[in-house]
Structure formats: structure tokens, C-alpha cells
T-cell receptor
């Protein structure tokens, strides 16, 4: 297993454009999480999936943000009409939903978004 | 925003010295995790703590789950150059969903030869 994969690693876009990030979790993990990290801060929870169901969304996830996990495997995070304040590292993580590993997050390398 | 207080914000130490950092919260936590993050990469798990008073080691790293359940500590003994990075604590509150963690702002560690 190659761990949690995220693509693209870097994205530079102009304000107002739409962007989409993809996350491929560890194959046996059925929970998938999105976190956002701004410069000098720790990650902040955005949303999580149990298989294909999106079970919780943070208030940080405005209407311009949408996350999907259609087949319970990979997930996408789309940001519409990007704003400069969206510039951040978007981190994906996955975990089991049972046993000792259920509450341990394995993070990907992140997708860094810069909005000009 | 951040709900954990992590300190110190940064540390400049000499190779071979020990490092200590801690996180405190006004809320009770069920789980504490400690991560290390290198520039441009995602956080990598170092230690997971699940019970109050628990003391767990991973090589030269030792972490403790505070007895009040509102704090946690990480120690690095005999630091080496590859210990450079940002260390984050993460806590899960009693009403938080599994996998939903609050992170500290990080402690940046710089090791000089």
C-alpha cells in the first residue's frame, strides 16, 4: 500500500476559478477526512466520510465547497469561485472504523492551493 | 480556530539536548495524538495516547496523557538533526466524532550541530 495519495500537490489559480482536489485513501480504510491547514497553524477539520456517506461537515465548509466520495473509495474536494482566503494546504486523511486504528489518522502529503 | 494551547511556539536547541513541549486545553479529551510535519508534507503520526496517565514511548520520543485529561506532553531525548520539523498535538473531545481532532498551532524545532 502506498499510503494516502493526493493530487495535485500544488495548484495555482486565479480568483473566481473552480478547483478540484482528489484523495485516494489507504485501501482498507473506510473513513476519509478532509482537513485544511493555513500557514503557521495546525490542521482544521472540514468534513469526513464513512464509506460513501458524508457524516459531518464543519462550519468552515462554506457553500462554495463540496466533497464527494461516490463509491466509498477515492474522494474529491471541489472549491467553486475561489477566493484568496481559500489559499491553504488541503489535507486528506483516512482511518479504519474499528479497533485500535479507528481513531488514528494517516495523512496524505496535501494539496497546496494558491489563489491569486 | 485553534482550541489547544501548544507551547513553546519554537525551540532552538543543540544536537544531543532533550526537547519538551506540551499542549493544554480547557476541555477534556479522550485521545491525544502527536504528529511531526516536514515542510511541504503532511503530518506523520508519532504517538497515540488513549488513557489518562498513559505514558508511551517511540524510540527517543516519549509522550504522556495528562491525568486531568486536559493536557499532554511530548519529550524528545538526545536530539539529532533529523528531529527538525514542526510537532503538532491533536486532541479529540468527548463529544467529537471519531477522527475529528483539534490541533495545536505547532512547535517548530530547530536543531543545530
Amino acid at each position: 500500500d502506498t499510503g494516502v495519495s493526493q493530487d495535485p500537490r500544488h495548484k495555482i489559480t486565479k480568483r473566481g476559478q473552480n478547483v478540484t482536489f482528489r484523495c485516494d485513501p489507504i485501501s482498507e480504510h473506510n473513513r476519509l477526512y478532509w482537513y485544511r491547514q493555513t500557514l503557521g497553524q495546525g490542521p482544521e477539520f472540514l468534513t469526513y466520510f464513512q464509506n460513501e456517506a458524508q457524516l459531518e461537515k464543519s462550519r468552515l465548509l462554506s457553500d462554495r465547497f463540496s466533497a464527494e466520495r461516490p463509491k466509498g473509495s477515492f474522494s474529491t474536494l471541489e472549491i467553486q469561485r475561489t477566493e484568496q482566503g481559500d489559499s491553504a494546504m488541503y489535507l486528506c486523511a483516512s482511518s479504519l472504523d474499528w479497533g485500535a486504528g479507528a481513531n488514528v489518522l494517516t495523512f496524505g502529503a496535501g494539496s497546496r492551493l494558491t489563489v491569486l | 480556530g485553534q482550541q489547544l494551547n501548544q507551547s513553546p511556539q519554537s525551540m532552538f536547541i543543540q544536537e544531543g539536548e532533550d526537547v519538551s513541549m506540551n499542549c493544554t486545553s480547557s476541555s477534556i479529551f479522550n485521545t491525544w495524538l502527536w504528529y511531526k510535519q516536514d515542510p511541504g508534507e503532511g503530518p506523520v503520526l508519532l504517538i497515540a495516547l488513549y488513557k489518562a496517565g498513559e505514558l508511551t514511548s517511540n524510540g527517543r520520543l516519549t509522550a504522556q496523557f495528562g491525568i486531568t485529561r486536559k493536557d499532554s506532553f511530548l519529550n524528545i531525548s538526545a536530539s539529532i538533526p533529523s528531529d527538525v520539523g514542526i510537532y503538532f498535538c491533536a486532541g479529540q473531545g468527548t463529544t467529537d466524532s471519531w477522527g475529528k481532532f483539534q490541533f495545536g498551532a505547532g512547535t517548530q524545532v530547530v536543531v543545530t550541530p
